[in-house]
């Protein structure tokens, strides 16, 4: 029997939800109903709200990283304005604040497990570092986003990075499916229910060959489509004796360092120790800024409870200092902040692709 858990968390975006459970409900006629399919949150069972006009499901179980086959993540909806409390990156933000992420970090410890994301979901990990390095994709607004938590985007409409497995925009929803419904029960059950919904897969999968590796045992899961089932099992076992083809991973371009050499006299209102706050959508962090110039180069530091981390390419333009920093909380991101100083006032701004401004504001440590 498959497993498979398609997850709820408040302001979910309906389509990211529905588009998938719909296509494995109709695989599952075409497999003797050998599926389990439930709709769950991280909590247990309990009525979700969606994004939409407060549309709500209803989810009868907790998400179980130890029996799901399959984990379904959905992106969220809601307005894009970034003051909006309820836009789509504040939800998203929520969301990764869940025990969603924790439960979703064991599924992708397990190998024979597949965790899945449609549109936004794939943030939702990614800003908690479960994506580093890993190729995936989200919404087109969302991938410099996606970037700046250090996951590698893929500009494609489904991508496979073996036990994650993540799609594009809203209505990929679909096509995750669909392929998952290919590659575990196999192409007949796929091709069966795209003929009843009278809708083909849209888009190649991007694939890394290097990441095939059995994710479940699906002959010992299913007995319909065996045929179908051993043809997909001896293609990847091929595929890893195979020459790996040549793969062009669209990572962002790593520029060296630059630095301007900087006058003392130039950098003297930024130089010293700042107490600061920077207010995000989610809450408030303190954070010291120690600034200073050595050998006519600005460096600095920020310190958050027991860490400290140096600043990125630290750069005065004009009356503004900009830099960027790896943050880890309260989600892990290259951030890159701006900021102005006003006698013994510091103020500015920290920026990471579609998430909301936070807002920096301090005095300096006389």
């Avoid at 529905?18 to 599952?28: D, L, R, T």
């Avoid at 006629?29 to 599926?35: E, F, G």
């Avoid at 979901?121 to 990614?126: C, H, R, W």
């Amino acid at each position: 029997m498959l497993s498979i858990q398609v997850v709820l968390f408040d302001g979910f975006d309906l389509m990211d939800a529905i588009a998938p459970y719909e296509v494995f409900s109709a695989a599952a006629m075409y497999t003797d109903h050998q599926l389990n399919l439930q709709f769950v949150t991280a909590e247990g069972p309990r009525t979700v709200a969606s994004g939409i006009q407060d549309v709500k499901l209803e989810a009868i179980g907790r998400l179980d990283p130890e029996t799901a086959d399959i984990i379904v993540i959905p992106g969220a909806s809601g307005p894009l304005e970034e003051d909006h409390p309820d836009s789509v990156p504040v939800r998203l933000s929520k969301a990764m604040q869940t025990e969603l992420t924790p439960l979703a970090q064991q599924a992708l410890e397990r190998e024979h497990c597949i965790v899945a994301t449609v549109c936004g979901g794939s943030l939702i990990l990614a800003m908690n570092g479960l994506l580093e390095g890993r190729p995936a994709v989200t919404n087109h607004l969302g991938m410099e986003l996606l970037a700046a938590t250090g996951a590698i985007p893929i500009n494609a409409r489904v991508v496979d990075d073996g036990n994650l497995v993540s799609g594009g925009g809203v209505t990929s929803g679909l096509d995750v499916a669909l392929y998952l419904v290919e590659r575990v029960l196999g192409p007949r059950t796929a091709h069966a229910v795209e003929q009843l919904f009278e809708f083909e897969r849209r888009g190649t999968v991007w694939r890394d060959t290097s990441s095939i590796r059995p994710t479940l045992n699906a002959a010992n899961l299913l007995k319909p489509d065996m045929h179908s089932l051993q043809n997909v099992t001896s293609e990847a076992a091929s595929a890893k004796h195979n020459e790996r083809p040549p793969i062009v991973k669209h990572k962002q371009a790593v520029e060296p360092p630059t630095h301007k050499l900087l006058q003392e006299e130039d950098a003297a209102a930024f130089i010293g120790d700042w107490d600061t706050t920077i207010a995000t959508p989610i809450g408030k962090l303190q954070v010291r800024l120690s600034i200073m110039l050595m050998d006519g180069i600005v460096q600095g530091t920020a310190t958050q409870g027991n860490e400290t981390v140096p600043f990125i390419d630290p750069m005065l333009d004009g009356n503004r200092l900009v830099w960027s920093l790896r943050i880890t909380k309260p989600m892990r991101l290259n951030l890159k902040f701006e900021a102005f100083v006003d006698g013994n006032a510091i103020h500015g701004n920290a920026k990471a692709g579609l998430l909301p401004s936070s807002k920096l504001t301090g005095v300096r440590i006389v």
